[in-house]
């Protein structure tokens, strides 16, 4: 059974740091792409980052670029994505999705940004 | 970047009707689509990939067509389990980027 779980998320002062983790299991990991997808508080669905698969290419949206790293250690079957710098906006529950279609998803795990 | 343009944005139908939300791309992207459902306090789940293929172990009251910029997402004999958000998003180049979603309520 493909599972993804999250974790690490916590409240955080603005300008703080937070590494998100995202734990597979079920498939074999080192073939897909994992992604990081965030959700404000009742908005929608933002793509936040990927991290490809055999390639090991990282690709960022723009309102994180610089802030935000992916790494991938294959041996865990585990992405992680490092955030710095962070800011109210980045207040949202975060996701991780296997693969360019997002085929599966974990629970998610809450990042609350505030003072 | 690809804008990814869902409407309606909400609608409300009966139990047994047939439902159609489309999604068109500012520029082509092939059938690199898919549909995701997103119930209250939980996490999307994928319904359709490549456009028009069924998630395993999705209902086939689900589907969905289309190829370039234009797709539809189908719910058939829609029943109250079929109660959120739904939400399209575009894999064919990065940024990857979602529709505004689809909430869809029973009357």
């Known amino acids: 059974e493909v599972q993804l779980l999250e974790s690490g998320g916590n409240l955080v002062q603005p300008g703080g740091s937070l590494r998100l983790s995202c734990a597979a299991s079920?498939?074999?990991?080192?073939?897909?792409?994992i992604n990081w997808v965030r959700q404000a508080p009742g908005k929608g669905l933002e793509w936040v980052s990927t991290f490809s698969a055999r390639a090991a290419n990282t690709y960022y949206a723009e309102s994180v670029k610089g802030r935000f790293t992916l790494s991938r250690d294959n041996s865990q079957n585990t992405v992680y994505l490092q955030m710095n710098n962070l800011r109210a906006e980045d207040t949202a529950m975060y996701y991780c999705?296997?693969?360019?279609?997002?085929?599966?998803w974990g629970q998610g795990t809450l990042v609350t940004v505030s003072s | 970047d690809i804008q990814m343009t869902q409407s309606p944005s909400s609608l409300s139908a009966y139990v047994g009707d047939r439902v159609t939300i489309t999604c068109r791309a500012s520029?082509?992207?092939?059938?690199?689509l898919a549909w995701f459902q997103q119930k209250p306090g939980k996490a999307p789940k994928c319904l359709i990939y490549t456009a028009s293929s069924l998630q395993t172990g999705v209902p086939s009251k689900f589907s969905g067509s289309g190829s370039g910029t234009d797709f539809i997402l189908t719910i058939n004999s829609l029943q109250p389990e079929d109660s959120a958000t739904y939400y399209c998003q575009q894999y064919n180049s990065y940024p990857l980027t979602f529709g505004g979603g689809t909430k869809v309520e029973i009357k």
């Open positions: 079920g498939f074999t990991f080192s073939s897909y792409a």
């Open positions: 999705a296997r693969g360019s279609n997002g085929d599966y």
């Open positions: 520029q082509g992207i092939s059938n690199n």
